[in-house]
């Protein structure tokens, strides 16, 4: 909105007016104003979360200090959500294809994770909304966005061809795999790449889902993951930048560095109530939302066959579930009792059981995802 107005008093030439041309000022603004949302606006929440007993349900796991949190309130991911949708329709040039979809995602994860805890607290149902459920609601998102990539023509044209490293020019067109040519590889080609979209932005979604485990953790990791993403936007989405780092460049795309900004912000304003001992958790309100973004704006970006390094700690936690699920069940087949590879999984809770604090699990899962961060940013030139 306020993009918009200053773009409409540019014609009166007021002083300072043509910074809101620039992406470096908006997304400065658009990290204080969900910062400061996140934090201001956040305790009111949270006080309205605890007046209203909307607390998280605790299942006695034997986890050392988990009794504790019971009765802390949740759905938190309000509190994210709202401070992102607040300060991109301030800062942000909303006619942008890729700000539409993201907003979109914003409102669309938030909606199906708000379900998910509504009935797990009002409803008093654990379980919430069912798997099946969730994950056509996933699958459906994803298959809005593939199809809008693939025919929109406010997207870039090379909208098939995505981002991989250690090749020149990092550049991978999904047309290789299809066995067809002419239009039906086409069609061909548009299924290949809808089918992987649709599983990273799932992914994604259930893997952040799972890492929000501990106190910060899911909040910490995903703010290093969207710095990364802000960052590939910036440079992606300036010709010169592109052009200097030998790299794809879409058009238009800085406007996610823009969104990433707010995704930022408003993460570490949550922190400010989240991190040890936590006053509020995000629950799937949260969670759900922040991974959709994340699949998404990686999506928009062509880098969503890098999300396995820059996503390395999502895939960890998701693995050991499938891991520890799978093995579970095939030794209670072979040998009548079920075998587990970890102490408990998610991963996070294998750590915890062995008697590491809390604390000192989340810092260093932030400081494996910054390692990963920086990875990621440095496949940028390794060829």
Request: charged content about 15%; glycine content about 10%; hydrophobic content about 50%.
């Amino acid at each position: 909105m306020l993009y918009h107005l200053f773009q409409y008093l540019q014609e009166l030439d007021f002083p300072g007016i043509h910074l809101m041309n620039y992406l470096s000022f908006r997304s400065m603004l658009a990290a204080v104003f969900s910062l400061l949302i996140s934090i201001f606006v956040g305790k009111k929440i949270i006080l309205f979360l605890q007046k209203k007993q909307i607390g998280e349900t605790i299942r006695d796991l034997g986890l050392e200090g988990q009794m504790q949190k019971k009765g802390t309130p949740t759905m938190g991911g309000i509190i994210i959500i709202l401070s992102i949708l607040v300060s991109v329709l301030l800062v942000c040039d909303l006619s942008n294809i890729y700000v539409q979809l993201l907003i979109l995602t914003t409102v669309w994860c938030g909606a199906l994770g708000f379900t998910d805890d509504y009935i797990k607290v009002f409803k008093h149902n654990k379980e919430g909304l069912s798997e099946k459920a969730k994950l056509l609601g996933q699958i459906l998102l994803g298959f809005i966005i593939a199809i809008t990539v693939c025919i929109s023509k406010n997207i870039s044209t090379d909208n098939l061809v995505t981002t991989i490293p250690f090749v020149k020019a990092h550049e991978f067109d999904y047309s290789w795999l299809s066995i067809f040519k002419g239009q039906l590889g086409t069609y061909c080609t548009w299924g290949i790449y809808m089918c992987l979209i649709i599983f990273v932005i799932t992914a994604c979604s259930n893997g952040t889902n799972l890492t929000d485990g501990m106190d910060g953790l899911a909040a910490g990791t995903s703010a290093i993951v969207g710095v990364v993403i802000g960052v590939f936007a910036w440079v992606g989405g300036n010709v010169l930048n592109a052009d200097f780092l030998n790299i794809m460049y879409i058009p238009g795309s800085g406007e996610i560095a823009i969104f990433m900004s707010a995704f930022v912000g408003a993460l570490i304003g949550f922190l400010w109530y989240n991190a040890f001992p936590a006053m509020v958790f995000m629950g799937d309100t949260g969670s759900l939302t922040i991974g959709g973004i994340i699949g998404v704006s990686a999506v928009l970006i062509r880098k969503e066959l890098m999300l396995p390094i820059l996503c390395g700690i999502f895939l960890v936690e998701a693995v050991s579930v499938i891991i520890q699920r799978n093995y579970f069940k095939y030794t209670r087949k072979k040998y009548g009792e079920g075998r587990r590879v970890f102490l408990m999984a998610p991963l996070h809770h294998h750590f915890q059981k062995k008697g590491i604090p809390e604390p000192r699990i989340v810092s260093r899962f932030w400081i494996v995802g910054i390692i990963l961060g920086v990875s990621a940013l440095a496949l940028l030139k390794i060829r």
